[in-house]
């Protein structure tokens, strides 16, 4: 193992406070929808950070924004990044670790003078989270080939405008077309979002991989009708089979066993009245698991059992993919190198895959990918209580650094790559 590089700490948590003030929410934490005029100021925050380091700033068709600095033979860069972007209830944390981690990354390596034989590079990719448009990790997906760039732009938000809209509403769009960010290497440094380093007192998750991910809207159509004077056995209600599937989600999940999950986040109903049998109900449900013939087989179940219950209350049933993605496995070589930096920096660990969604995912089949995760204060993500402490995120940017220098050939006093 090489020195290690020293990190400017208070540089990087006084940027994520900076940050977390655009779109900031009573109580903390913040909300910068992908494409909103919030993310445009994030944005331009960000980009000018990579320009006052002295970094190559590019963006592509679908806004996703990269800066570079030059390695010594060229080639393409070992490039370290995540998202801006947050939920509506986000916190401080989630995705920008990744960006301004690599970031400073970047900067203390310059300040170092230390020179490496591949460029380095930061990047942020447009709409991650999913959030204001389905489906989720939808730039780096993009750039990577996993989503077509058309069918993407034509995508239709929760406040009806479209993805090639709000690119034109912000400025967004770049120049360079798909694929114009191609890695050696793709690291992302990220919170855990879930309570097992804490509750182990780790320092470091060595991430696996990520789990496949289903995202299912259903929609069911019954019959509006009067509260009290319709009998119960008369009804077709819409609600009622809504909330079934919802419990039969919960059902499949614990008849699977872990690491199955399954997750009703929304549920609309129409017209949403005290005294009206719902005419109209739309829920969405999440299924993830790292195993793909089981997360086929709870889709297939689920499906079966709701096409049921809507049969059973005279209602009708149809549904949407909002977002599928197999599991992913990182690059088993990659993985082993950041356990052994781990372990080199003396840094509490465990390997785990992540139970959600990331850009890396997006990587992996075109370059070697892998993941850093530092603790989460109590597990909580996608909330204004998000929180990790800069003793902890520390560990997490130390080696990054190491495992990024290393993938790029760091160059020594003498010339040589170490």
Known sequence: MTADLTI???????????????????GGGCKRLALSAEDAEGRALVTGWFRAAGLEVRTDVIGNCWAIRPGRSGGAPVVMGSHIDTVATGGLYDGVLGVLGGLEVIESAIEAGTETEKPLAVAFFTNEEGARFAPDMMGSGVAQGGLDLDEMLAKVGIDGVSVAEALAAIGAAGPDPVGALAPDTYLELHIEQGPVLEAEGLDIGVVTGVQGISWTEITIEGQAAHAGTTPMALRHDAGLVAARIATEAR???DAFGPPQVATVGRIALTPDLVNVIPERAVLTVDLRNTDEARLQAAEARLFERAEAFAAAGGCRLSRRTLARFEPVAFDATLVDAVEAEAQALGLTHRRMPSG??????????????AMIFVPSQD???HNIREFTAPGQIAPGVRLLAQVALARAGRIDQKGQTE
């Open 379 to 381: 597990g909580i993500s």
């Open 356 to 369: 959600a969604g990331h850009d890396a995912q997006m990587f992996a089949p075109r370059c070697p990918s």
């Open 251 to 253: 059902a499949i999940a």
């Open 8 to 26: 400017n700490l208070d540089r990087l948590m006084s940027r994520i406070a900076e940050l977390g003030r655009i779109g900031a929410l009573p």
